[in-house]
């Protein structure tokens, strides 16, 4: 991934594709950082047969970390993947200092990526000064760079087609982005754009046999964690030509991720790891954890709609 002396070289930057997990952050009861199941979160990770992993984005509640929090969560699962899973960690920051600081210890630890959101409180006056934000960050890290478009949560609404055009002129290490929104029109002008040079991963666990159909070969989401094998299942039906049986697992996976939502999302996700025995602990505030009410009815819908039976083997 690097070239002579350690600079980076985008002619030897590892492609990404198949499955990748956004992480969640274990936390104990009081929300503190509970950083020794990362093993056992990585390990299940494995037998499921993911490709990555994306630290503390969404999923993971890196917005809700301090800047010393999200250094030791991405240096534990970067330590407890010990290579066999490469690591993408997600620096982004309202302080581009901070996020620069935090792209230069995802390097220093051995992660093999790094993305960033983008700063939101101030916005920006056009595609060009997201670039300059983005571009500091990434020359921090010397390590492939993805820009992290979730316009629903970040704000920040461009013409990504016209962002990756120019981004790729003016980063150097630019890598290509995690694409989380609906405009399956603009996700496919995204892979036009990119032409095979840079990785347009997909964000949206429910519409992912569109994106295979579009032309993606890469993805990370939060349901992947503990439904890997469904989705696992869907992309080589898709591979094979089953277009039957790949829109009956995208079901399957529609059917889950409406269950979930229906208790505030995210907080539901995080609370399926602990039904499936690879517990990660609460949320931390905003987000309001599952009381223990919520959980057993949960548990009752997803068992009432066969997960247990389909989403966790092959």
Not at 171 to 183: D, M, R, V
Not at 243 to 270: D, H, N
Request: glycine share 10%; aromatic share 8%; charged share 20%.
């Amino acid at each position: 991934m690097h070239g002579p002396g350690g600079r980076y070289n985008a002619a030897m930057r590892q492609k990404l594709s198949g499955l990748i997990p956004a992480v969640f952050t274990p936390m104990r009861e009081d929300t503190t950082l509970d950083l020794a199941k990362v093993p056992a979160v990585v390990e299940h990770l494995l037998r499921t047969g993911v490709c990555g992993m994306y630290v503390c984005g969404s999923t993971g509640e890196g917005p809700s970390l301090s800047s010393d929090e999200r250094r030791a969560v991405a240096q534990a699962y970067v330590e407890a993947a010990a290579g066999r899973l490469p690591a993408i960690v997600q620096v982004g920051h309202d302080s581009v200092a901070e996020a620069c600081d935090l792209a230069a210890h995802a390097k220093h630890i051995g992660a093999q990526a790094v993305s960033a959101m983008p700063p939101r409180y101030y916005g920006f006056s056009g595609v060009d000064s997201l670039i300059d934000c983005l571009a500091r960050i990434a020359s921090a890290a010397d390590l492939p760079f993805y820009y992290y478009h979730i316009p629903i949560l970040s704000g920040v609404s461009l013409d990504v087609i016209d962002f990756l055009r120019r981004a790729a002129d003016r980063i150097p290490n630019f890598a290509g982005l995690k694409y989380t929104a609906c405009g399956l029109d603009e996700y496919q002008g995204c892979l036009e754009q990119a032409e095979g040079r840079f990785d347009v991963l997909f964000g949206h666990d429910e519409m992912l046999i569109a994106a295979l159909a579009a032309g993606g070969v890469g993805a990370v989401g939060s349901t992947y964690n503990f439904a890997a094998p469904l989705y696992l299942r869907l992309w080589e039906a898709f591979d094979r030509g089953d277009l039957v049986e790949a829109r009956r697992q995208q079901s399957l996976s529609q059917r889950m991720i409406r269950t979930m939502c229906r208790y505030r999302g995210q907080p539901a996700f995080k609370a399926a790891m602990r039904l499936i025995g690879v517990d990660c602990g609460p949320n931390r505030l905003p987000m309001k954890t599952l009381t223990t009410h919520e959980l057993d009815e949960l548990e009752s819908e997803l068992r009432g709609i066969g997960f247990f039976d389909w989403a966790l083997s092959r």
